[in-house]
């Protein structure tokens, strides 16, 4: 199986160890950033989203990859392998690796949430997802969606394709670090999955979890600061939806 990967970037920070990275691994890849650099797999993209990031970048995949890897510059992956031997079964069209941090709320709020996607698929974690290329043909181009790995996956699902959550392939990356920086994240991350799920034919039991998710909501104020700043995440991504935010651009207030 032939492997690409498109790799992600807002900016140039951490395009350089993500070079060194991906030649280590031997994999080829292109790199859309969003500021300008001086190589020859980096192509620069004004920043309007990963949606549309993707979107660019599909056009410049070399046409006989088989498997494209989604992956974010800020990430290191660990047992790649792992997460490409899922596809020996010709059924398999997504695997998304598991996320590991270091410190911050996230500790807590993806132990919870590998917990659940365990046994039903809630949402992806776009810092890797590896997809067969000609399923990613049939989704794209992807719509403006502030989730676009969920957006994948709920369409993945769609399509009544097998997905699988890789545990033992990872990446470390890192996420919010304070409790206060969670209400964006959450923000962001919930108003694109409502997205998402408006536009997909997705699963009624997930469905049912985002139905009830804002009325659960309250009981994360037993962790304290950082349950408060992830209600209040919950909370201000459903509003931003509702309100009929439709964009694929995160803008910090």
Known sequence: MK??????ARDKIH???????????????????????????VIYR??????????????????DVEIVALNDVDTKIYNLQDALEHFDSKNVALVFAKVSVKEGPQIFFNAIQ?????????????????????ILERILPLIPCKAEDSYILFKILEFKQRVVFCEKCFVETDKTKIAAEEANRKRRTVC?????????????????FYTFLPFASPLLLVL?????????????????????????FWQSN
Do not use: W
């Not at 492997?3 to 992600?8: A, D, P, R, S, T």
């Not at 395009?15 to 797999?41: A, F």
């Not at 694109?192 to 049912?208: D, E, H, M, P, W």
């Open 15 to 41: 395009v350089d160890e993500k070079v060194k990275e991906l030649e280590r691994l031997g994999v080829p890849y292109l790199i859309i950033c969003g500021e300008r650099l001086n190589h020859p797999n």
């Open 46 to 63: 004004e920043p309007k989203g990963k949606y549309d990031a993707i979107n660019f970048g599909a056009s410049f995949i070399p046409k």
């Open 114 to 134: 590998n917990v659940i996607r365990r046994r039903l698929l809630i949402n992806a974690n776009g810092d890797l997802m590896l997809i067969r290329r000609y």
């Open 224 to 248: 304290g600061k950082k349950g408060y700043f992830g209600m209040k995440g919950i909370l201000l991504g459903l509003t931003d939806y509702l309100r009929g935010d439709q964009s694929g």
């Open 192 to 208: 694109g999955i409502y997205q998402a799920l408006a536009n997909t034919k997705g699963s009624n039991l997930v469905r049912l």
């Open 3 to 8: 492997l690409f990967f498109l790799v992600l």
